[in-house]
């Protein structure tokens, strides 16, 4: 089982890695860091199968996201190759499974850029935001129950994927792809990966 998790994790990181190395070279490109305060909501499929899940059910995703304390101004006086990643965005969230299964809280920096603009219509835009902090859960550690995950500690790393279309500057609707894991750190490391759409306001 661990083995199988082990390759299931690698597979999961691999296609993370591809899919940024496609879609993060247009960001910087556009370098165009976005910080504002927004509200996020989605609905979750929790530990999806198709990544080797296994626990059940819909986690409900509230998601609060504050401007970044670095200032525009500041930011735009960078070098290009820096300035794209300088504004990460506080971000403090849950997951909260409706069947009983783990649930989590999170706290960390998001990134989001601007990948296009006025593309359907005047003042629509397509953004890419990444997720990096740690996650709290209250799954097994350790579990013999087939149906629920080894997670190997309380404290996760996890990493998120949000690719957004802003209807309006105020009203976005996001693909949504997030992954907590121990990174190999305990003897258990079954990881939980969510997937799913979100809806987010900015304010």
Known sequence: MVATSTVRWRSWRAALVMLAAALLPAAAARAQNLSFNEFKFG???????FL???????DLNPELILQSPVSDAWAASLPLYVRWIVQPRPTLGGEFNTSRYTDQFYFGGTWTWLLADNVLRPDDAISLSFFFGPG???????????????????????????????????????VFLDHVSNGGLA???????????????RF
């Open 52 to 58: 080797g899940g296994k626990e059940r059910g819909i």
């Open 187 to 201: 003897k258990q490391n079954q990881s939980i990966n969510d997937f799913g759409g979100r809806v987010g306001f």
């Open 136 to 174: 709290f859960n209250d799954g097994h550690t350790a579990s013999s129950n087939p149906n629920f995950k080894a997670l190997g500690s309380p404290v996760l790393f996890r990493e998120a994927l949000d690719l957004g279309y802003w209807v309006t500057p105020a009203v976005e609707f996001s």
């Open 43 to 49: 609905v979750l499929d929790h530990d999806v199968h």
